[in-house]
């Protein structure tokens, strides 16, 4: 079982930065892919970022590459996504979640609750 909290969205002007963080609890942490999604209003829930357990491999979706990083630290059980030169476009609620998988929503089985990212024009 692992139990993920979001934190670090807000209220950012248009090329701005934000860091989000995803705590997580678990002896297992470090054996599941991490992953990033967002979801905006009527909007359906896409892929922003993944971060693979074992080598560290990362996947950016390509509406955010180049701005966007994802890390993790498997010692303190948390992995941050760092968001750069944002864009309106980028408002949403971010997830962060654990699985198996890559890119796709459905391979993650552990979510967190979201946390919201606006970005003002």
């Known amino acids: 079982q692992v139990q993920l909290v979001e934190s670090g969205g807000g209220l950012v002007q248009a090329g701005g930065s934000l860091r989000l963080s995803c705590a997580a609890s678990?002896?297992?942490?470090?054996?599941?892919?991490m992953g990033w999604f967002r979801q905006a209003p009527g909007k359906e829930r896409e892929f922003v970022a993944a971060?693979?357990?074992?080598?560290?491999?990362?996947h950016i979706a390509d509406s955010v590459k180049g701005r966007f990083t994802i890390s993790r630290d498997n010692a303190n059980n948390t992995v941050y996504l760092q968001m750069s030169s944002l864009k309106p476009e980028d408002t949403a609620v971010y997830y962060c979640?654990?699985?198996?998988?890559?890119?796709?929503?459905?391979?993650?089985?552990?979510w967190g609750q979201g946390t919201q990212v606006t970005v003002s024009s």
């Open positions: 979640a654990a699985g198996r998988g890559v890119d796709v929503r459905t391979e993650y089985r552990y």
């Open positions: 678990g002896r297992t942490f470090s054996t599941y892919n």
């Open positions: 971060i693979m357990w074992s080598v560290g491999i990362t």
